[in-house]
Nanobody, 131 residues
Framework: EVQLVQSGGGLVQAGGSLRLSCAAP????????VAWFRQVPGKEREGVSCINLSNNRTFYVDFEKGRFTTVEGRFTTSRDNSANTVYLQVRSVEPEDTAVYYCAAGRNVPTAQCPGSWQYWGQGSEVTVQS
């Protein structure tokens, strides 16, 4: 069974940076995409980024414009194939970044770079940004 194990997060000062990890030792990277989501209590979960592990194309959510972009901005998603791990780095963190962050893996589909469904989820990483 595929498990996604998250690490990182915690208390971060505004203006600092953080890195979250999502380890997936059983996942065949060539067949999946991995996305990062975040959720604030009382609000809907929102997507942050998606990386198609078969071709390394990475997309980020432009929160202001409400659309996907390939521009990193304050968020960077990267991978370490040797460790079967995907990372989310957030720079210049803001109090508005306070949330529980989740990684998720979905099997690639031929019609989109990032699938619309996610079969496996990490346990969540709580991030609190202190101003």
């Amino acid at each position: 069974e595929v498990q996604l194990v998250q690490s990182g997060g915690g208390l971060v000062q505004a203006g600092g940076s953080l890195r979250l990890s999502c380890a997936a030792p059983e996942l065949n990277f060539d067949d999946y995409a991995v996305a990062w989501f975040r959720q604030v209590p009382g609000k809907e979960r929102e997507g942050v980024s998606c990386i198609n592990l078969s071709n390394n194309r990475t997309f980020y959510v432009d929160f202001e414009k409400g659309r996907f972009t390939t521009v990193e901005g304050r968020f960077t998603t990267s991978r370490d194939n040797s460790a079967n791990t995907v990372y989310l780095q957030v720079r210049s963190v803001e109090p508005e970044d306070t949330a529980v962050y989740y990684c998720a893996a979905g099997r690639n589909v031929p019609t989109a770079q990032c699938p619309g469904s996610w079969q496996y989820w990490g346990q969540g990483s709580e991030v609190t940004v202190q101003s």
